[in-house]
């Protein structure tokens, strides 16, 4: 089929795109979600989808499951996304829905709601085209993947391996291409346990958590090298500011090409615990780890039709592994057929320029499309 006679209206798909992006849904904010997975879900539901709730865990929000009717009943594609975003409820104020010429701004728009609703536009039009794919199409939307799925990936391994092709709209490279490998990534969560006193009275009584943990910092930070990295991202310490403070906790990432550049890395981090209550400690745990993902045949295999389908449009398709986490580090592993960065182009995603260049909508949508009409 001649897909760029799909009729992909890029202001209709931006009207669309509106209220979930405007549904702000911070990873921590299980009720937040909650509203985004509603919208989601009604979208889905007026598409022909039927709709599987799946509750929460662990505190974090609801999942959705919506798989569309088919003839066929064969292990098909499945669509692999996140609802989540890194911004809390308000980013709106200092990050509000915009279209600035071929730009469209808000949070979470690249990553990677912009990528999930061009997948979910991709099958309507191929519905009002009276196209049927040659096997039946899941969505599977997430609700934590933005702090390593810790929740949630017991329940996409299970989902990934009843399909044949695991396709996950998450934001492009910058020169438009696709991901077929992701490094390997650990987190860590970080507590120092101090000793309390009076900040006034008794200063030299106590022995602040906080300096403990700002000590550490720049020792972690020393650690990275160009196999493997390591970084501080979240800090919390102290309660009262005439209290030498007792606790302080935080959280760091390192990120490795190598699983057993990550497993050396790991064990530095771990051996980093040390101290007495005389004076003070820093304890170390490892927390969510995402396995690397290397290419195998199965991928490249499905890449390739990718890239054939691009051809057709005109897009170039370049592949490459990449570092930043997501899901297909657990189906890749797999020996599933994974391929990621298929959502839309932008740029500073998790920040407050977060944007898409409009184009990509329809662009990414045409990709899409091909890829439910040719794989077999």
């Known amino acids: 089929m001649d897909l760029m006679q799909l009729p992909f209206d890029t202001d209709a798909m931006l009207a669309g795109l509106k209220p979930w992006v405007e549904c702000e849904s911070p990873t921590y904010d299980a009720q937040a979600v909650g509203r985004m997975m509603d919208l989601a879900a009604r979208d889905l539901a007026a598409s022909g989808a039927s709709i599987e ?13 919506a798989s569309f009717p ?28 915009r279209r600035n010429g071929d730009k469209c701004y808000g949070p979470g728009i690249m990553d990677m709601k912009g990528g999930n609703f061009a997948a979910l536009e991709a099958l309507r039009q191929l519905q009002k085209a009276n196209i049927e794919t040659p096997l039946p199409v899941t969505f599977l939307f997430t609700s934590d993947e933005e702090i390593g799925s810790a929740s949630t990936r017991e329940m996409i391994e299970a989902e990934a391996v009843r399909h044949k092709y695991i396709l996950v709209p998450e934001p492009s490279r910058n020169d438009g291409g696709v991901v077929t490998g992701r490094y390997a990534i650990a987190r860590f969560d970080l507590e120092a346990i101090g000793r309390p006193s009076h900040a006034g009275a008794l200063l030299a009584d106590g022995r602040s958590a906080i300096r403990i943990m700002a000590d550490m910092i720049p020792v972690i930070d020393s650690m990275t090298t160009p196999d493997c990295t390591f970084s501080v991202g979240v800090i919390h310490g102290g309660q009262w500011v005439n209290c030498v403070a007792s606790s302080c906790t935080g959280q760091a990432l390192s ?12 064990a530095k981090m771990l051996a980093l615990t040390k101290g007495d209550d005389e004076n003070g400690r820093f304890i170390v745990k490892r927390g969510v780890t995402r396995p690397v993902w290397e290419p195998n045949a199965k991928t490249m295999a499905l890449y390739e039709t990718a890239k054939r389908i691009a051809g057709t449009l005109g897009l170039g398709l370049p592949h490459s592994s990449v570092g930043g986490g997501s899901d297909a580090n657990f189906t890749g592993p797999m020996d599933l057929a994974s391929l990621d960065g298929l959502g839309v182009r932008g740029a500073a995603l998790h920040t407050l320029n977060e944007h898409i260049f409009v184009d990509s909508l329809a662009e990414r949508g045409r990709l899409m499309a091909g890829l439910f009409t040719e794989l077999t």
């Open 53 to 65: 709730r799946i509750p929460g865990r662990m505190g974090f929000g609801d999942c959705i499951r």
């Open 70 to 97: 088919h003839t066929v009943k064969a292990p098909g594609i499945l669509v692999m996304g996140h609802l989540d975003t890194v911004h809390p409820v308000g980013t709106l104020k200092a990050l509000p829905w």
């Open 255 to 266: 990120m490795a090409k190598k699983q057993s550049d990550l497993d050396q890395g790991v």
